[in-house]
Every structure is written in C-alpha cells, then in structure tokens.
C-alpha cells in the first residue's frame, strides 16, 4: 500500500479486495530506516474496508511496544527486523501470541547465515530485495541465491516457514522468485503505478 494513491485511498483498497490476497502495510520510524511512511491512523482506515488480511511489514524500532496496537486494528501478519531486535525469537513468539502469524524480515545486506538459526520460530521471512525505506526501488539481483538458501535450509529442517519477498516485484521476477521457493510475492510499484494493475497482479499470477 506504500505505492498507493492516498488521496484515493478507496480505490486502491478496492485494487487489493478484487485482485489480490493480501494488504501489505509499510510502517517506517524515521530511525530504523531514513523515512516515515503511515501509522495507526491509516491502518485502521484501510482495515475497515479491507476484505484480504492485513500484513503489516514494521521498519521501526523496538517494535515490541507495538505488537498488541496492530493486533487490535486487525493485522493477521507481522513481521519485525532483525536488525531492530536483539533476539528475534521472544518477539516473534510476543506476536504469535496475539493470534498473528510471525515474521521475521532482514535487509539485503544481513548475511542470511545469520537469518537461518531463527527460521524454525518463524511462521515467515521476509526478505527484502531492495533496501528497506522507500518504494519504486531496483530490484537487487542476489536475492534468488538468498531465496533458494533460506529455501533449501527450511526444507532440509522440514520447517512450515513460508517466504516472502518484497522490494521491486513485477511480472519480470515474479516467476523466477517463485522457482527459487518464494511464496508471497510484495508488489508495490509495478501494481499500483500501472496503467492496468488488475492485469499487472494477473501477470504475476500466472
Ligand atoms: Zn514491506
């Protein structure tokens, strides 16, 4: 939703309930990451019209202090960074017990050796593909080889963890990245900037 267009918030909800399956929430601090996007005010806005979950994806410090706040505005995904979090498994295991699905998200430049010893308190990941900050941004190639490591390592623990990718997804990578073992693809940009979005998410589908 960071790629929507808020002064016609309504329409690109209506985008995201007829065409795809989840509503991805980009929250910045300003701190962890050098930009501010939208806080509850927004989120709750856009959770009274959504018909799709709400994943919401915190670029924010200390994010412990706001597990239970997204819970209560009806976000059903959450994911943290690790690079926010000094040990991810309490607060993966703080948002689990709100009823959420737990996600553990990590910039390109995180070694993912550092991800894997977590995978298995993880309900996902979320590895980014571009820097965590700003929208519209290039997608950075490495991420396949990140995707099928994290990949093999889950299937070889035989780990129910799915993988999300998010940060410059368009029909040109989606494929590749779902070959790679990707699961949710984050589309922003390429979605939301198009001319037609309905046949920009019907081309990732495919
Ligand atoms: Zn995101």
Redesign the pocket.
Known sequence: M?AADFLHLEESIAIVNKYADVF?L?IMDGVLVPNISYGFPVVEAISTKAKKMLDA?LMIVHPERYIERFSKVGVKMLSVHYEAVRDPEPILGLIKSFGMKAGLAFNPDVPVEKILPYLYACDYV?VMSVY?GFGGQKFIEDTYERISQIKAAIDEQKLRCRIEV?GGVSPANASKLIECGADIL?AGSAVFKAENPSEVIAAMRK
């Open positions: 960071l991805h980009d994806h979320l965590a998010d984050v």
